[in-house]
């Protein structure tokens, strides 16, 4: 595990995030994810600090059809829009974290391009399956 920095891009939300990049990255092909260009890490809450700016964030949650509730939220920086963190969870809580690779400061790039890479079939529903053709993430 190392622990990395992270920010938006005007420094007002600050993060700082325990994480082993050898244990891969994620990405979705959700209608989301594809349009935002997700490229993220799944962490669990403990290990996801926040240093600065947890209060100028918002939360972008989207309730897809036939859902209940949104179960996933991506925060951004009030004042830039850069998304730095989110998370997901039922009902109301949160059960993950996950922090955006590219708000992260200083990374070893040799690291990036060694962590395996994730593809979720969020587009299927199915999260937990791996999408074998990835097209054009």
């Known amino acids: ?32 994810c594809t349009k935002a ?12 600090h926040m240093l600065a700016g947890a209060d100028g964030t918002t939360a972008y949650r ?3 059809p036939g859902k209940p509730a949104a179960y996933l939220h991506h925060d951004f920086c009030k004042t830039c829009g850069v998304r730095t963190v989110g998370g997901g969870g039922a009902d109301g809580k949160t059960d993950f ?10 990374v070893d790039h040799d690291a990036l391009v060694a962590a395996p890479l994730k593809i979720a079939d969020g587009r299927h ?3 937990d399956k791996q999408v074998a053709d990835p097209g054009v993430l």
Request: net charge negative; hydrophobic share 40%; with cysteine.
């Open 1 to 32: 595990m190392t622990m990395y920095q992270g920010s938006c891009h005007c420094g007002a939300v600050r993060f700082e995030v325990e994480l082993d990049l050898a244990k891969g990255v994620n990405k979705c092909n959700c209608s989301y």
């Open 37 to 48: 260009r997700s490229w993220f890490a799944i962490v669990k809450p403990d290990q996801l």
């Open 62 to 64: 989207w309730v897809p």
């Open 97 to 106: 974290n996950y922090v955006a690779i590219a708000a992260l400061d200083g």
């Open 125 to 127: 529903d199915q999260f």
